[in-house]
C-alpha cells in the first residue's frame, strides 16, 4: 500500500465489515477482509494482520466459550494444524501475489457455492481423529498461507454433522491456535515490517468498532436471510479476485 487517501480508506472499511462480520457470524473475518486487502497490500501484509486481528476477535469469543471447550475433540485439529502452519507460511514467503488472489477468489467461489446450494446429506462418518488431524493439517497449511484459519474445520464440522454449539466449540479455538502459531512463524522469519504494525496500529479503531457492532446485531436480524447476503457478497468478491 502506496498510504494514498483511498487506499487507508478502503483497508479501514474492508477492516470494519470483516470485524462487523466476525462479530455476527464467529468467522468469515479473513474471507471479507482478503478480498479487498489483496488488492492493495501483499500477501504476506495481508496474512500477518488477519492474524494480527483474528486473534483479538477470535480470542475474545473463545474466551467467552472456555467453559464449553471439549479437548478430546480440538487436540487433533490443533496437532495436526501444528504440522501444516510451518508448511503453508513458508509458502507464504515466497508466493507469488497475483496467484496467491486467484487461490483465494477461487476458494472463495467453491466456498460460496457450497454453503448457498448445499443438498442435505447425511452425516459424514469419518475415521474419528485421523480424519480430524488430517482436515487440521490442511487447515493449517491453508492458514499459514493466508490467515484463513478456520473455513476447512468449519466445513468439516458441517460435514460430521455436529450441532451447531459443538461447532463454535472446534472451529474458533482451533483459528486461535492457528492464528498463534502462524503469528510464531511469521515473527521467527523476520518478517513482520514496521510498515505492518502501523497498519495495525491504524486498524484497531476499525476492528474494536466492527466488533462491537457485530455483538450488538447478534440475534436481532433473520439469520437465513442474513447468511445468504454474506455468502452472496463472499461469492462476488472471489470472482472479483478472479477476474
Known sequence: MDGTTLELLLFLLATFAGALVAGLSGFAFGLIVSAIWLYILTPLQTATLIIAFGLLVQGYSVWKLRGALNLRILWPFVAGAALGVPVGVGILTWANPAHVRAGVGAFLVLYSLYALLRPAIPALKADGAA????????????????????????????????????????????????????????????????????????????????TWAGLKLFGRLDDVMFRKIVLALLLVSGVLLIV
Open 131 to 210: 480424519g480430524d488431524a488430517a482436515v487440521g493439517f490442511l487447515n493449517g497449511v491453508l492458514g499459514g498461507i493466508t490467515g484463513l484459519a478456520g473455513i476447512l474445520v468449519t466445513i468439516w464440522c458441517g460435514l460430521r454433522g455436529w450441532p451447531k454449539d459443538v461447532q463454535r466449540t472446534v472451529f474458533q479455538p482451533v483459528a486461535v491456535a492457528i492464528f498463534l502459531m502462524s503469528a510464531l512463524w511469521i515473527g521467527a522469519k523476520g518478517a513482520i515490517t514496521q510498515d505492518t504494525i502501523k497498519l495495525f496500529l491504524i486498524g484497531l479503531p476499525a476492528l474494536f468498532a466492527g
